[in-house]
């Protein structure tokens, strides 16, 4: 059984930083790839950020880009995203998520089939 679990947020002043940590069982995070997503309060789920499992390339979200970095420790199982220069509009729950197959469709929220339970950051201006 696959489990992600987030860890890592909290309450954070703009132009802060934080580390988010996706630690994975069940399944091996270098052989799948691993995603962050947000969302915040009554709005959709929205694609942060990803990791291709086989080539290591990662894609971000025009909204993070220069400013979020997504990273992952095969020995630990885990993924991160380190948020820095945090803004107020960044504030939401995150979520850490995993698919095999294509790497193409990773904006699309219906390709990934495990996700965590989310961690939430609050950026405060």
């Known amino acids: 059984q696959v489990q992600l679990v987030e860890s890592g947020g909290g309450l954070v002043q703009a132009g802060g930083s934080l580390r988010l940590s996706c630690a994975a069982s069940?399944?091996?995070?270098?052989?799948?790839?691993m995603g962050w997503f947000r969302q915040a309060p009554g709005k959709g789920r929205e694609f942060v950020a990803a990791?291709?499992?086989?080539?290591?390339?990662?894609v971000y979200a025009d909204s993070v880009k220069g400013r979020f970095t997504i990273s992952r420790d095969d020995a630990k199982n885990t993924v991160y995203l380190q948020m820095n220069s945090l803004k107020p509009e960044d504030t939401a729950g995150y979520y850490c998520?995993?698919?095999?197959?294509?790497?193409?469709?990773?904006?699309?929220?219906?390709?990934?089939?495990?996700w965590g339970q989310g961690t939430q950051v609050i950026v405060s201006s």
């Open positions: 998520a995993s698919k095999a197959g294509y790497f193409a469709d990773y904006k699309e929220t219906r390709r990934w089939d495990a």
């Open positions: 069940g399944r091996t995070v270098s052989t799948h790839h």
């Open positions: 990791i291709d499992w086989s080539t290591g390339s990662t």
